[in-house]
C-alpha cells in the first residue's frame, strides 16, 4: 500500500480556506500523492499542440502534459529549452477533459509558480528541458500543485520526494526512441530497493542509517521505503519508450505507468500507436492483449532510434548530482 501522506503536513503549499461552515484544505500531500496515485496504470503523452492532446485523449491517455518541443525536437534544435507557451497550455486545458501537466526548468521556481497560477494539474521538473539551477531543485512543498520529477537511482528518486515530489519518473533518455536506458534505471532502483529491504528486515539499524548518508537523504524516508519495499510514491517509466511491447515491458518492471513523448508523435501511425501503448500498459499481465497491441503498428513506421551510448547530450544527466 503506497502511504498518500509525507512527512511535512503543514506548508505554504497548504491552503486553509473556510466556505460557508465547512473548513477546506488544499494542497496537502495526501492530495497531491493522491492525484499521482488516480493515474495509476495509466498513459501521460508529451504533447505541442491541441491537435495531438486531442489524439492522445481519445486513445485512452490518463494525462497529456504540454511541451513548447517533443523531446526528440528539444535534442535536434539546441539552444536553451524553457516552459511551454501559456497561451498553449490554456488551449490544451480548454480543449481536452483529462488532467493537463506542463514542464518547467530544474530550479526555476518562478516559471513553475506561473504554471501553478495556469491552473495546470501537475508540474514536471524536468531534465528535457535546460536547467536553470545546476545545483539545487525547486523546494516544491511551499506549492499548491503537485510535481513529478525524473530519477535514475533510489537515492536521485528520495531526495525528490524529500523536496516534496508526489510522483516519480524513472528516467529513460529522452527524444531517442531507445528504451535501453529506462530498462537500466528502473533495474537500478529495483536493486536499492531490495537491498535496503533486506537491510530493514534484518533489523540493522546502523546500516539503514548508513544508507541514509549515502544517499543524501533522512532516515525517516530511508526506513519508511525500507519497510513499504518500494517507493512512498507512485513510480511511472519515462524515456525511449516507443512501443506498446516497451510499455508492458517496463509494467512488468514495477513501474505503476508510462511516460511516452516522442515515440508517438515522431511515428507515422501516431494514432494507431498511441492507442495501442494504451493498450498494452493496461493489460501488461496479458501477452496476448499485448501481441495485440503491437499487431495494431508497423515498425516500418517507428521512429528511427539513437544509439543512446554516443550521444553529445543526455538529458538523463541533468539535475541527477543534486
Not at 525524473?150 to 525528490?160: I, M
Not at 536493486?191 to 549515502?214: C, M, N, P
Not at 537523504?217 to 519508450?241: K, M, W
Amino acid at each position: 500500500m503506497i502511504p498518500l501522506s509525507g512527512d511535512i503536513a503543514d506548508t505554504k503549499g497548504t491552503i486553509k480556506e473556510k466556505i460557508e461552515s465547512y473548513s477546506i484544505k488544499r494542497g496537502t500531500s495526501t492530495l497531491k500523492r493522491g492525484f499521482a496515485h488516480m493515474l495509476k496504470n495509466g498513459v501521460v503523452m508529451d504533447v505541442t499542440t491541441v491537435e495531438q492532446a486531442q489524439i492522445a485523449e481519445d486513445a485512452g491517455a490518463v494525462s497529456v502534459m504540454v511541451l513548447d518541443k517533443l523531446p526528440s525536437d528539444v535534442r535536434k534544435a539546441g539552444g536553451v529549452a524553457r516552459t511551454a507557451s501559456i497561451r498553449v497550455i490554456e488551449e490544451i486545458m480548454d480543449a481536452v477533459t483529462i488532467p493537463v501537466m506542463a514542464k518547467c526548468r530544474i530550479g526555476h521556481v518562478y516559471e513553475a509558480m506561473v504554471l501553478q497560477e495556469t491552473d495546470v494539474d501537475m508540474i514536471d521538473e524536468s531534465e528535457v528541458l535546460t536547467p536553470a539551477d545546476e545545483f539545487r531543485h525547486i523546494w516544491k512543498w511551499d506549492f499548491t500543485t503537485p510535481f513529478v520529477n525524473g530519477a535514475r537511482s533510489l537515492g536521485e528518486a528520495l531526495r525528490r520526494i524529500e523536496e516534496g515530489a508526489a510522483m516519480i519518473r524513472t528516467k529513460g533518455e529522452p527524444g531517442t526512441g531507445n528504451v535501453a536506458e529506462a530498462v537500466t534505471h528502473i533495474k537500478n532502483v529495483n536493486t536499492e530497493l531490495r537491498k535496503i529491504k533486506s537491510i530493514y528486515d534484518s533489523g540493522d539499524e546502523q546500516d539503514l542509517v548508513s544508507a541514509a548518508r549515502e544517499m543524501k537523504v533522512s532516515y525517516s524516508l530511508i526506513e519508511e521505503t525500507a519497510s513499504l519495499g518500494r517507493l512512498p510514491v507512485v513510480n511511472f517509466a519515462a524515456g525511449g519508450i516507443s512501443t506498446p511491447a516497451d510499455a508492458a515491458y517496463l509494467m512488468t518492471l514495477g513501474c505503476d505507468g508510462i511516460f511516452v513523448g516522442s515515440g508517438i508523435f515522431k511515428a507515422e501511425d501516431a494514432k494507431e500507436r498511441a492507442q495501442a501503448i494504451v493498450l498494452a500498459t493496461t493489460f501488461w499481465e496479458d501477452p496476448d492483449k499485448v501481441k495485440e497491441a503491437q499487431k495494431m503498428i508497423d515498425e516500418r513506421q517507428s521512429m528511427l532510434g539513437l544509439d543512446t551510448k554516443n550521444l553529445e547530450l543526455r538529458m538523463q544527466e541533468r539535475g541527477s548530482t543534486a
